[in-house]
């Protein structure tokens, strides 16, 4: 079983920063591809970005393009986002995911472990 504790939610002002963290534990963390998605009240969850066991690869949603980061550290068992240039409308409840490694990585059906979530605000 794989556990996932997200951290560093919180409440900014829009053209802000927060990191959020994701502490993973209970299996061989670079065995597994991770993933950030986030969800609006009323809305579905969506993709945000993923990376690949090793760090090698990274994708992100068009609408975080330019102004979010993850990244990973293995030694430390936890995936990061970074997150610049906020506004409001990425206010929403973010998850971190984890799915055994492999070439897709859009959709939340294929990561079976989640965490519990993070809730970030932007004010404008």
């Known amino acids: 079983q794989v556990q996932l504790v997200e951290s560093g939610g919180g409440l900014v002002q829009a053209g802000g920063s927060l990191r959020l963290s994701c502490a993973v534990s209970g299996r061989t963390f670079s065995n597994y591809r991770m993933g950030w998605f986030r969800q609006a009240p009323g809305k579905e969850r969506e993709f945000v970005s993923t990376i690949s066991w090793s760090g090698g690869s990274t994708y992100y949603a068009d609408s975080v393009k330019g102004r979010f980061t993850t990244s990973r550290d293995n030694a430390k068992n936890t995936v990061y986002l970074q997150m610049n240039s906020l506004k409001p409308e990425d206010t929403a409840v973010y998850y971190c995911?984890?799915?055994?490694?492999?070439?897709?990585?859009?959709?939340?059906?294929?990561?079976?472990?989640w965490g519990q979530g993070t809730k970030v605000t932007v004010s404008s």
């Open positions: 995911a984890a799915r055994l490694n492999g070439a897709s990585y859009y959709y939340s059906s294929e990561y079976p472990y």
